[in-house]
């Protein structure tokens, strides 16, 4: 049926359009007469021309062309078009648009063209601009298809921040890629120039390092022209701001057909606190303004680009300091084992035959005997040189292995002074050694203090010349003070800061010799501040120097494992170098080169033991074999047994009769040893009888002298056994100068497996010695913990079953520290005894060892790098690994930003910063000033953090050494833990990007009051999504709600979702239902790609009732938290997810929202998880929901997301709305007796939907209007017409109103104000809660009363 | 522009005069209300007090109670269930007979 329609009615409005169309003469023309147009064209023409979008309407054959004012920009210089056939109109592009119109009016179905790139001006030039034309059929009034109908909408933006969205994330892809610079700007410049929509020119200039000068590092395009463009680089370098540039030459347009005319040159920055790294300029397509967005996209590009770059550094320099280290480290430990065995081994062959021929060649000529006296002299000095090194070399890896027992300093002080009495005296100088007894032992390492005493003196006897030496010892308080003065030469003033410098040696001195290595008084220092002492040195140039020692009393100072007694170390007789040494320095005498007397004519001076219990007797043999041999003297068996064990004599000889272990006892404990087993015997009896003699002799002993015996007959024994056994034990003397010149550990088991020989080696290695065999199974170095021992014990068994082998095996020394140790054996007779022994040796493989766990702590470092979120996490992970590599106490981390108080981390979360230690605060502090990655301290480092530095400190157990392969492997996970640090901060960075940007494309938005939204991206892998949520304003007040998901992560759902959200947009603003909007969606969904099987839920709310329509395309039900606490599902309404059955009718289902209920919808992303019912998620989200009923819907919402998060963040993308009846209530009216009215009705309205009950909603009625009469009356008696605002909000439980003026209230004085303080007496005695805030700016009005259930 | 305010004069049955107000009273329409409370009161013939009707009120705030305690000395006042709480608040229940008709 037709009915006649007003022309206003048609064409309402006062647009151009409206204005032409009603002056149009219409029947003329084949549309006809407005009055008897169809409905359905009445009611398309009237909507075209009332909306704010470009619309048009085709109709009739020739589909003639109706459009609205919006639709003007668009059609540009074909406008005026009315009513021309739509193929004239649109003649360039109607063989794409025409089918299309064809196909709507010829089956009656919607189609679409997507992000149509139309180029138009719109500003003043050629715009880049991206349209999306629907076309829906338009029926007469007999429902045949006779029209269409099309919405166009702007995808512009939405085109362009995809786009540039995908540009971010290639170059952000680029992360961790470039192993140098120039890989890193070329992988931009490839990365840009795909990119050329966005960026169609861009080149990167570097800094040169240490000038201002830039180079072209890359550029998107090859062209010399281009390339060689001015830009004023250095001018943004040095200023640090972008600069837009205009009025270059041609560069490439990219994807656009004008070349660009803005530039943009922008800083790149560098680390932070870093100069700038160089320059990026970033040519802007022609195509788009320079506006706000692609001014900060750019800047982002800048920002990628110097990430990358420094990144590339870093790595570079991260690199380059760890190859160092190790390169330095190795380097230094190779010398070290080099020196020890290249030197020590040809010294030890030097030396022993010298002595040999020393001895051998007594009478000799004095020449010959003057050289060899050289070669041994420079031998012993060699000898002494290499130990001091190695005493470095052991000091450095916290290995030398101190015995600190309680010594008289002043009797030892002075016997090792003593040592040097004749040399000084015989220099023509003073000798004073001033040494009281002190107060209490001190606790000193005998071997070190000799060495500090004899440096410093042969020091002293080496640059003086007249006057003398001093050593003076004193007590001073908890130290003992030695001093040792000389009048030398002194030491220049500008010497003295290098003096205890090691191979540090002061040239210009006037010295006794030109020979030293300038490592003696650097090794002294470190040798007192082994002693926890100090050394200090006073010196005047011309008078003389004086050397200070302090060495702390007691023992407090020192490691206790390193405690021994008194006595039970001998000082070794170290004397002998130095005081050869400085004997050399003097004036030759004869005497002392005169060759010993009567030395025997066979070899060197053998070493004879005596044992008799004696004295007498014993004194007579000394007497009598003094002159020929080495003698050493004992008053019984068991002292003789020790001291051959220790060092094996040439012979014994020894009485029989003797206490705790007589001579024939020592014979076969001795010949029960395999070390001593060859050591000859000289029995001495006063049992006269063959007997006697057999005996002695069975026992084993070589020879055999009956008391009284002459004094020529017992020297003609002694030289004949020494000879026999010098024969005999040549090769064995041998063999034990090599085994002892061995740098390996050397040892011999017996069959049962006791360790029965060790060399000097094994010793030092381990702490027990040739002194301390046989060592028995379990051996003392086995270690305490049970799994080791185990595996020692099979080992041992290996080496006790199988003919040879090697294994590794950690052990543990007798000062405690832990070894690993490589051992080889093999079985051996032995061609005496006939027995089998085991013969192997040990090798310390520590540091190997070491590396192996290196590697390993750096694997398990970057394990939990990669694995972090955050940056808390990473370092919280990393100090974790930390503390298991050095088996810390605990592990403190310390991160500087902006603020004074450092966050700290601790694998103790006990502590805090204000708990911690002043003295830990103060090694922090220390160590964030300490240079980067440099371990300082007792086992710190400083770091880079993304946000500040940080530093790291180990809190290691007591006495825990942290040597040198420690601070390496320090260095090295410190770096390794910043570059970590770097590449997630990049990260977050990158999230925050993304997040901005999907952001943008589900903006810009206004949201309705009473309405939160929230979206957040998967979180690992970071992915946007395709979830979206959308309020839509409709004409009528309604609101729109669409909460959607389509299927698939990453961009391309992200595109997808943009659209369908675009097209559920504009059905409901066409006033489609919620269920016919999702029909209509089936059908554009199905067209496109990717969004079959979306699921939506689309609603359409009436704020003022409550009442929602509303409709599901399979979605997850919503969730509606009632005021009573109960909970419901809005599961009505539901059919399958779109385009699954194109053409199906979807149902519709209305539930009105209660007052005070919220509404929560959501996608699956924030209830599902991985084995757990989807049920589960949904009654956890709700009861949180509920739970959350009395906090303001923003409020609720940021909390939803934050309880609801599984620990490691989202897994899928979340939207999420929620929506609390009613909104809250808004208004703003001038401040004037008269509005009050008004405003009060409105508000009465609003508590009426709140459901509030009648007496309280009138208490809050009276108590408002109280507030509002005192801003009209008070705040704005003065100045009238001002503003008042007023708002009001509800939650389930809690209802708030809030006045707020601009005047100031003045408080009730005078009789005036009696009513006025009536009004606030009212307001506190109807309101639960009332608050007023007058600043300058205004008062502010608060009121708030708990709604009381019904 | 006030807030509607409707006075009606009567009396009773027993010959108390009655002034009947119906609609909303705040500081827009309180000097009207004021005025037509002196009127009534000023028109007495007897020393009765004038009975104040405030049962067809909807709404009162402290202007309007400030113009009740002016004259607390020579009216009485009905009122609804609504606003008897703001007068026993204000305390005016405890100067002037005020009943509550339900």
């Given amino acids: 049926m037709r009915s006649p329609v007003p022309g206003g009615l048609v064409f309402p409005g006062n647009g151009e359009m409206a204005a032409r169309m009603r002056a149009y003469p219409w029947s003329e023309t084949s549309v006809g007469d407005p009055a008897t147009w169809p409905a359905g064209l009445a009611t398309a023409t009237r909507i075209c021309l009332t909306s704010r979008f470009p619309m048009i309407v085709w109709w009739g054959e020739e589909l003639s062309f109706l459009y609205n004012d919006a639709y003007l920009p668009l059609l540009g210089t074909n406008h005026p078009a009315l009513a021309k056939p739509g193929r004239e109109v649109w003649s360039e592009i109607w063989h794409i648009i025409g089918p299309m119109l064809r196909s709507v009016m010829e089956t ?29 059929p338009l029926h007469d009034d007999d429902g045949v298809v006779r029209g269409v109908f099309t919405a166009v909408s702007d995808t512009t933006e939405r085109v362009l921040g995809e786009r540039r969205l995908a540009v971010l994330r290639d170059l952000g892809a680029l992360a961790g890629s470039a192993r140098t610079v120039d890989e890193a700007c070329r992988l931009v410049a490839e990365a840009l120039g795909r990119a050329g929509a966005d960026v169609p020119f861009a080149a990167v200039h570097l800094r040169r390092p240490g000038t201002d000068d830039l180079v072209l590092a890359s550029a998107t395009t090859d062209d010399p022209d281009a390339r060689a463009r001015e830009w004023p680089l250095r001018e943004v370098l040095t200023t640090d701001r972008l600069q837009v540039v205009e009025g270059f030459g041609p560069l490439p347009g990219g994807s656009w057909d004008a070349p660009p005319t803005q530039a943009v040159v922008l800083p790149l920055r560098g680390e932070i606190g870093g100069q700038n790294i160089g320059v990026v300029v970033l040519a802007a397509s022609a195509g788009r303004m320079l506006d706000e967005a692609y001014h900060s996209f750019l800047s982002l590009v800048a920002q990628q680009t110097a990430a990358l770059v420094n990144a590339a550094v870093a790595y570079q320099v991260q690199q380059r300091r760890a190859e160092e280290l190790a390169e330095l480290d190795r380097a230094k430990t190779t010398f070290f084992s080099n020196i020890s065995h290249e030197f020590r081994t040809p010294l030890a062959l030097i030396l022993g035959p010298t002595e040999e021929l020393r001895a051998g060649l007594a009478d000799a000529d004095p020449r010959l005997r003057e050289e ?16 001091t090194l190695l005493d470095f070399s052991r000091i450095e890896a916290g290995r030398m292995r101190a015995s600190y027992e309680p010594v008289d300093l002043a009797v030892h002080t002075a016997e090792l002074a003593g040592v040097f009495r004749s040399a000084i005296e015989k220099a023509g100088l003073a000798f004073e050694v001033d040494c009281p007894p002190l107060p209490a032992p001190v606790q000193v390492d005998r071997g070190m203090w000799e060495k500090v005493v004899f440096n410093l003196l042969s020091n002293a006897l080496k640059f003086t010349f007249d006057g003398g030496v001093r050593v003076r010892l004193r007590a001073d308080g908890d130290h003992a003070v030695v001093e040792v003065s000389d009048t030398g030469i002194g030491v220049p003033a500008s010497e003295m800061p290098r003096l205890f410098e090691r191979f540090h040696r002061i040239e210009s001195g006037r010295s006794r010799s030109n020979e030293g290595s300038g490592i003696g008084l650097a090794l002294v220092r470190e040798l007192v501040l082994l002693h926890g002492g100090e050394i200090t040195a006073d010196s005047a140039e011309g008078r003389g120097t004086t050397f200070t020692i302090r060495v702390p009393f007691g023992v407090a100072h020192l490691p206790a494992e390193h405690l021994a007694p008194a006595g039970s170390t001998t000082a070794p007789s170290g004397a002998n170098p130095f005081l050869q040494e400085a004997l050399r320095w003097l004036p030759a005498e004869p005497d002392q080169q005169a060759p010993p007397a009567a030395a025997p004519p066979t070899g060197g001076p053998a070493r004879v033991l005596i044992a008799d219990d004696n004295a007498d007797m014993r004194e007579y043999l000394e007497r009598l074999l003094r002159p020929f041999y080495e003698v050493t003297a004992v008053p019984d068996g068991e002292d003789a047994l020790a001291s051959a064990r220790t060092a094996p004599p040439d012979l014994i000889v020894s009485d029989v009769m003797m206490p705790r272990l007589d001579g024939l006892q020592l014979v076969a404990a001795l010949r029960a040893d395999p070390r001593t087993a060859g050591v000859p015997v000289l029995l001495l009896s006063a049992r006269a009888g063959q007997e006697a003699s057999i005996e002695g002799l069975e026992a084993g002993a070589d020879d055999y002298l009956v008391k009284p015996f002459a004094a020529a007959e017992l020297l003609a024994r002694v030289r004949a056994n020494v000879e026999l056994a010098r024969l005999r034990n040549h090769h064995a003397r041998w063999r034990t100068a090599l085994i002892e010149s061995l740098q390996e550990g050397f040892f011999v088991c017996a069959e049962d497996g006791s360790v029965i020989e060790v060399n000097g080696a094994f010793g030092r290695m381990l702490g027990y010695g040739p002194e301390g065999l ?14 080791a021992r185990e595996h020692i014990a099979r080992m041992l068994d290996r080496t006790l079953t199988e003919a040879g082998g090697t294994y590794t095996t950690p052990v543990t020394t007798r000062d405690g520290r832990r070894l690993w140790l490589a051992t080889s054996f093999n079985h051996v007779r032995d061609p005496d005894t006939k027995h089998t022994v085991i013969v192997g040796t040990v090798r310390d493989v520590t540091a190997e060892h070491f590396a192996v766990q290196r590697e390993t702590a750096v694997g398990a470092v970057s394990v939990r790098l990669a694995g972090a979120a955050n940056l808390t996490e990473a370092l919280a992970g990393a100090a974790e690994e930390l503390r298991d590599v050095w088996h810390a106490r605990r592990v403190l981390t310390a991160v500087w930003g902006d603020s004074d108080v450092p966050t700290l981390t601790s694998t103790d979360p006990a502590i805090t910063w204000a708990t911690l230690p002043p003295s830990i605060r103060d090694t922090l502090t220390a160590l964030r000033e300490s240079p980067l990655l440099i371990p300082v301290g007792d086992a710190g480092i400083a770091l880079d953090h993304p946000e500040g530095r940080v530093a790291l400190w180990l809190d290691l157990s007591e006495h825990r050494p942290f040597a040198q392969e420690d601070r390496t492997l320090l260095a090295l996970l410190g770096g390794h833990l910043g570059q970590g640090l770097h590449r997630i901060h990049q990260v977050d960075q990158q999230r925050k990007t993304a997040l901005a940007l999907q952001h943008a494309i ?28 959308d309020t839509v304003a409709l004409a009528d007040g309604r609101i729109g709600i669409v909460v959607g998901d389509c299927v698939g992560h990453g961009l391309d759902a992200a595109a997808v979702m943009g659209q369908l959200r675009s097209a559920c947009r504009a059905l409901l603003l066409q006033d489609n239902g919620p269920a016919r909007t999702l029909m209509a969606l089936d059908v ?26 509303y409709s599901s395309a399979g979605h997850p039900p919503g969730i509606l938290s009632l005021p009573d606490g109960a909970r419901e599902l809005l599961e009505d309404g539901r059919s399958l997810p779109l385009a699954v059955r194109v053409g199906a009718h979807r149902p519709e289902a209305t539930r009105v929202v209660p007052p005070r209920a919220t509404i929560l919808l959501y996608t699956d992303g924030l209830v599902e998880r991985r084995r757990r019912s989807l049920v589960t998620g949904i009654d956890q989200a709700a009861q949180a929901v509920t739970e959350g009923s009395g906090v303001p819907v923003d409020d609720l919402a940021t909390d939803l997301m934050s309880s609801l998060a599984p620990p490691g963040g989202y897994e899928d993308d979340v939207a999420l709305l929620l929506y609390r009846h009613p909104a809250p209530l808004e208004m703003s009216f001038t401040a004037a007796a008269a509005h009050l009215a008004p405003v009060r009705h409105a508000l009465r309205d609003w508590l009426t939907r709140c459901d509030l009950p009648d007496p309280q909603a009138q208490a809050v009625l009276v108590a408002a209007g109280e507030a509002c009469s005192n801003a009209v009356e008070h705040g704005h008696r003065d100045t009238p017409g001002r503003t008042v605002t007023l708002s009001a909000l509800v939650t389930v439980d809690d209802l ?32 639960d809660d009332v608050s007023v805030v007058t600043e300058p700016t205004g008062t502010t009005v608060d009121l708030h009363t708990r709604i009381s259930p019904r | 522009m006030t807030t509607p305010l409707r006075f009606t004069s009567t009396e009773t049955a027993e010959g108390t005069p009655v002034l009947k107000v119906s609609g909303e009273i705040d500081m827009s329409n309180s000097d009207d209300f004021n005025h037509e409370l002196r009127g009534a009161l000023a028109h007495r013939t007897t020393e009765t007090p004038l009975l104040v009707d405030l049962t067809a009120v909807d709404y009162l705030d402290s202007a309007a109670l400030a113009v009740l305690f002016e004259h607390v000395a020579s009216i009485t006042v009905d009122t609804n269930k609504m606003l008897e709480p703001i007068l026993r608040i204000c305390g005016l229940s405890d100067i002037v007979p005020v009943r509550v008709i339900r």
């Fill in chain 1, 108 to 136: 009656g179905e919607a189609t679409w063209s997507e992000d149509l790139l139309l180029p138009l001006v719109r500003h003043g030039y050629l715009e880049e601009t991206y349209w999306t034309y629907s076309y829906s």
């Fill in chain 1, 1002 to 1029: 589900l903006g810009p938005f206004h949201l309705p009051t009473g309405f939160a939204v929230r979206y957040e991206p998967a979180a690992r892998p970071l992915e946007v999504g395709g979830d979206w949520y």
């Fill in chain 1, 774 to 787: 046989p060592y028995h199974q379990p051996a003392p170095w086995w270690p305490a913990e049970a799994d």
């Fill in chain 1, 1084 to 1109: 554009f969904a199905a067209t496109l790609s990717g969004a079959r099987c979306t699921t939506v839920f689309c609603g359409v709310l009436n704020p003022d009732t409550g009442e929602l329509v």
């Fill in chain 1, 372 to 387: 060899l006296e050289v070669i041994h002299r420079n031998g012993l000095r060699l000898g002494k040189l290499v130990n």
């Fill in chain 1, 1296 to 1327: 708030r109103v809030t006045v707020v003026d601009t005047g100031s209230w003045k408080p009730p004085t005078g009789t005036d104000d009696d009513h006025r303080g009536r009004g606030l007496l009212l307001m506190r005695e109807l309101m």
